[in-house]
């Protein structure tokens, strides 16, 4: 009962879709980049002659990829802090009755 009530008065339930949504997109760009890499030699310059991709998903731009990634992480970041802050405000809320 109480779990509805926080649904209703907060953003808690939408901040943590958008925490898992968050863990799938870095999960992609993470294994996108290690595929990328496993195609190469560690981090070494490729080879332009062939493209690091695969025919399917072309080739795979590790610094736009690593930019995804940072920004990624400063969403996730900023969404976890609102939602400890939810939280910390329905505490204190609860503790004042």
Not at 75 to 88: F, G, N, W
Request: no cysteine.
């Amino acid at each position: 009962m109480s779990f509805d009530l926080i649904g209703r008065v907060t953003q808690a339930e939408k901040l943590k879709q958008s925490l898992d949504i968050s863990t799938q997109r870095t999960r992609s760009i993470a294994d996108r980049v290690a595929r990328a890499t496993a195609l190469q030699q560690g981090f070494a310059l490729p080879d332009t002659s062939s493209g690091p991709g695969s025919n399917e998903t072309g080739p795979v731009d590790i610094e736009a990829e690593m930019v995804s990634l940072a920004d990624e992480q400063l969403r996730y970041e900023a969404a976890a802090r609102l939602l400890a802050k939810t939280y910390a405000s329905l505490r204190l809320a609860l503790k004042d009755r």
